[in-house]
T-cell receptor, first 112, second 114 residues
Framework: AQTVTQSQPEMSVQEAETVTLSCTYD???????LFWYKQPPSRQMILVIR??????QNATENRFSVNFQKAAKSFSLKISDSQLGDTAMYFC?????????FGKGTRLHILP | DGGITQSPKYLFRKEGQNVTLSCEQNLNHDAMYWYRQDPGQGLRLIYYSQIVNDFQKGDIAEGYSVSREKKESFPLTVTSAQKNPTAFYLC?????????????FGDGTRLSIL
């Protein structure tokens, strides 16, 4: 069965610092996708970034980038120049095969 | 603007009562999903539908029911058989029936017991 593990339940960093959120996954799919979602205090789920497994190049979206290690089944999210608005729950997710499996999340606090 | 609309935002249920949560999307997406989120927890899949008039159970379907009579609508009924319904419920949709497309989410419904 597909699984997603986020080993950091909670993290805190100072504003403007760089932070990395960890995610490991297991999947039987040969071609699959990985996602990071953000859930701020408003509870709205927002897609942060998507990675296609067959692409070796790591995805980037402005201050957000991933470190995708396919052999290790690792998909970490790096947030550069962190801002107060980045405070949220972050969920890692993968495909299984007709639905998305979410990790339990990492609660990230950006401190002023 | 295209999006997903969930209503109501807050809902209260009495003991023994069935309640229905609404989810409507105008994104022309094929697939729709219902998740339950408990405080400090991740998302657990209740039901999903890849096509009109068809749906599948997720990981925690007991005590819930759904219908998919129209492409844009996927209502969730929380029945009296669900003994612990207090939670935050999120509806999502995605283009295509496979899970390789990102899901778009509604703003959620918070259900509480009176």
């Amino acid at each position: 069965a597909q699984t997603v593990t986020q080993s950091q339940p909670e993290m805190s960093v100072q504003e403007a610092e760089t932070v990395t959120l960890s995610c490991t996954y297991d999947t039987s799919e040969s071609n699959y996708y990985l996602f990071w979602y953000k859930q701020p205090p408003s509870r709205q789920m927002i897609l942060v970034i998507r990675q296609e497994a067959y692409k070796q190049q790591n995805a980037t979206e402005n201050r957000f980038s991933v470190n995708f290690q396919k052999a290790a089944k690792s998909f970490s999210l790096k947030i550069s120049d962190s801002q107060l608005g980045d405070t949220a729950m972050y969920f890692c997710a993968t495909v299984s095969p007709d639905k998305i499996i979410f990790g339990k999340g990492t609660r990230l606090h950006i401190l002023p | 603007d295209g999006g997903i609309t969930q209503s109501p935002k807050y809902l209260f249920r009495k003991e023994g009562q069935n309640v229905t949560l609404s989810c409507e999307q105008n994104l022309n997406h094929d697939a729709m999903y219902w998740y339950r989120q408990d405080p400090g927890q991740g998302l657990r899949l209740i039901y999903y539908s890849q096509i009109v008039n068809d749906f599948q159970k997720g990981d925690i379907a007991e005590g819930y029911s759904v219908s998919r009579e129209k492409k844009e609508s996927f209502p969730l009924t929380v029945t009296s058989a669900q003994k612990n319904p207090t939670a935050f419920y999120l509806c999502a949709s995605s283009q295509g029936a496979r899970g390789n497309q990102p899901q778009h989410f509604g703003d959620g419904t918070r259900l509480s017991i009176l």
